[in-house]
């Protein structure tokens, strides 16, 4: 792998006020070049925030809007962020072939770097919902994340956010895989987990097949941000 850990890492701007975000990316090195939106952030500052991000701070935006609605409506949710430096948008594969098709055909002719990234499962459902939604048996669900990867595959969606223990499963498929729960090799185990159940630390991310990483408190909650980014760019991936 010939890339720097932090190229590939985006940090996800979550929890924050505006002026937090601003506090933040004041102190974030330029090594790391992408910032994660999430809806809660968008809704709040809207277009200008995004903007603003990426005039003030040179980021590029990965906005995680989890869109999902008939084509039409997610095709004109689409086009009222033409113009935007979004890089990385996400819709919800379980949207299903037509609305995934759509949101590709506004990529094509609005937005010239943007990578649809799918997303399958919350991580939040467990077991039991998945159970009660779609009577999965446990041995079940593995084959069904395969059609979620198979539809994105199929419909010419850029990528799919996944858990860097699924990354396997979607490879040979030539998506882009997102990887959220993530966690410094210390803070494994400790309270640094929060609410994320599985984690895996960023080097064993990458060589587990992660495309890109996504961080949220490792990093916007370091106690030592720059000596965290340059741990990130002395790892080994190979
Ligand atoms: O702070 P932390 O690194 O746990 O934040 C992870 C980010 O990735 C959050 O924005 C969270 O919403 C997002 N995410 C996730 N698991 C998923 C999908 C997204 O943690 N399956």
Redesign the pocket.
């Given at each position: 792998m010939s890339f720097l850990p932090t190229q590939r890492t985006m940090v996800?701007l979550?929890n924050m006020d505006q002026a937090a975000v601003h506090a933040f990316l004041k102190t974030l090195p330029q090594d790391i070049p992408l910032v994660?939106i999430?809806l809660e952030q968008y809704l709040a500052g809207g277009r200008a925030l995004v903007q603003e991000i990426h005039e003030l701070y040179g980021k590029e935006i990965f906005l995680?809007l989890k869109l999902h609605d008939i084509p039409n409506t997610v095709a004109k949710a689409m086009t009222s962020l033409i113009g935007l430096p979004i890089k990385f948008l996400t819709v919800h594969l379980s949207g299903g072939k037509a609305m995934l098709e759509a949101a590709q055909e506004v990529r094509e002719k609005h937005f010239k770097d943007l990578n649809i990234l799918g997303?399958s499962y919350?991580?939040?459902l467990d077991q039991g919902d998945l159970k009660d939604l779609f009577n999965y048996e446990e041995d079940q669900v593995a084959e069904a994340f395969s059609r979620f990867f198979d539809l994105a595959q199929n419909t010419g969606t850029q990528g799919i956010?996944?858990?860097a223990f699924e990354a396997k499963h979607v490879a040979p498929r030539p998506l882009i895989k997102v990887c959220?729960?993530?966690?410094f090799q210390d803070e494994i185990g400790t309270a640094n987990m929060?609410?994320?159940k599985r984690?895996m630390d960023p080097a064993s991310a990458f060589k587990a097949g992660a495309d890109y990483l996504?961080?949220?408190?490792?990093?916007?909650q370091a106690q030592n941000l720059e000596e965290r980014i340059k741990e990130l760019n002395g790892l080994n991936i190979a």
């Open positions: 996800a979550d994660k999430g995680d997303v919350l991580t939040s956010v996944c858990s959220p729960g993530i966690r929060g609410d994320q984690v996504v961080m949220g408190r490792s990093l916007t």
